[in-house]
């Protein structure tokens, strides 16, 4: 079975603080990562996915097998980072459904 | 925009009627996906189709749930007999083979059964 949690509903941070939204997931096989983010009245989009190592926005996540986690990380939040964001999951192979988490609303204060 | 759309954005029912909601994904992409999303929780995957086959269904989708994708190009979803806990957004996306897993999303139907 597939599982992702992101233990945090809310998180609030200050303008220009560090900022981790924690994900942790459950499955057997190798899985591919992803984080999705939802800004105000505005559609799900990809913000970024383990397997193309790349920094969006500032945002940067890496994938720890031996912990299970793929925490998204940024040094310096700004205003703008204020969104939910969701850590999506999809299984190994021909597995193409994603498993998301419950999200996590960050407020980015000035 | 040439996004993924979905048509309409908001429904409005009472129980025990049928509804059916629309999905037109990215051109070319070759799968498509529904999901539906309750308060408080993340997307849950609802079924999937590669062109014209539907090849995946979750639990999630009860007798009452039937999808198509007749041509391989848009979708529909209906809802029979709809009941108050089918309240829910209805998102769908779409993505292709070379694209990997990545999954471009909808802005979603919003359904509120009275």
């Known amino acids: 079975a597939q599982r992702v949690t992101q233990p945090e509903k809310l998180l609030s941070v200050f303008k220009g603080a560090p900022v981790e939204l924690k994900c942790n997931y459950s499955?057997?096989?190798?899985?591919?990562l992803f984080w999705y983010v939802q800004y105000s009245r505005q559609r799900l989009q990809l913000l970024l996915r383990?397997?193309s190592r790349e920094s969006i926005k500032g945002f940067t996540a890496d994938l720890n097998k031996g912990e299970t986690s793929f925490h998204l990380k940024k040094p310096f939040a700004q205003e703008e980072d204020s969104a939910m964001y969701y850590c999506a999951l999809s299984g190994g192979g021909s597995n193409y459904k994603l498993t998301f988490g419950k999200g996590t609303l960050l407020t980015v204060n000035p | 925009d040439t996004g993924v759309s979905q048509d309409p954005r908001h429904k409005i029912t009472k129980r025990g009627q049928n509804v059916t909601f629309r999905c037109d994904p990215i051109s070319e992409h070759n799968r498509l996906y529904w999901y539906r999303q309750t308060l408080g929780q993340g997307p849950e995957f609802l079924t999937y189709f590669q062109n014209e086959a539907q090849l995946e269904k979750s639990r999630l989708l009860s007798d009452r749930f039937s999808a198509e994708r007749p041509k391989g190009s848009f979708s529909t979803l209906e809802i029979q007999r709809t009941e108050q806990g089918d309240s829910a957004m209805y998102l769908c996306?779409?993505?292709?083979?070379?694209?990997?897993?990545?999954?471009?999303f909808g802005p979603g139907t919003r359904l509120l059964v009275l």
């Open positions: 996306a779409s993505s292709f083979t070379a694209g990997g897993k990545t999954q471009y």
């Open positions: 499955y057997s096989g190798s899985p591919e």
């Open positions: 383990h397997i």
